[in-house]
């Protein structure tokens, strides 16, 4: 089955740098696009990025400049690194992918950024 499990999460200061990871199986990985969403306290989940599976990458606005989405089809593994984080990036962030119409997400990792 497939499984989606993301790392990297952490507490960080205004304008520090995380990279998140999202290891995936049980699935041919270089066949479908990877999605990073996130949810903060009290908001609903918000789409943050998409890479392709042909190595494409949209953001939402408020990430773009900041955050860069990229896959390694050799390790399975979909990577998010953040830039000049703020506090309003503060969040559970989960990747996910979507399958024959049925969508899989991780457990998810959370972003804290704080001074």
């Known amino acids: 089955q497939v499984q989606l499990v993301e790392s990297g999460g952490g507490l960080v200061q205004p304008g520090g740098s995380l990279r998140l990871s999202c290891a995936a199986s049980?699935?041919?990985?270089?066949?479908?696009?990877m999605l990073w969403y996130r949810q903060a306290p009290g908001k609903q989940r918000e789409w943050v990025a998409t890479?392709?599976?042909?190595?494409?990458?949209k953001y939402v606005d408020s990430v773009k400049g900041r955050f860069t989405i990229s896959r390694d089809n050799n390790k399975s593994t979909a990577y998010l690194e953040m830039t000049s984080l703020k506090p309003e990036d503060t969040a559970v962030y989960s990747c996910?992918?979507?399958?024959?119409?049925?969508?899989?997400w991780g457990q998810g990792t959370q972003v804290t950024v704080s001074s």
């Open positions: 890479v392709a599976d042909d190595g494409g990458t």
């Open positions: 049980g699935f041919r990985f270089s066949l479908y696009a």
């Open positions: 996910s992918v979507g399958i024959g119409g049925r969508y899989s």
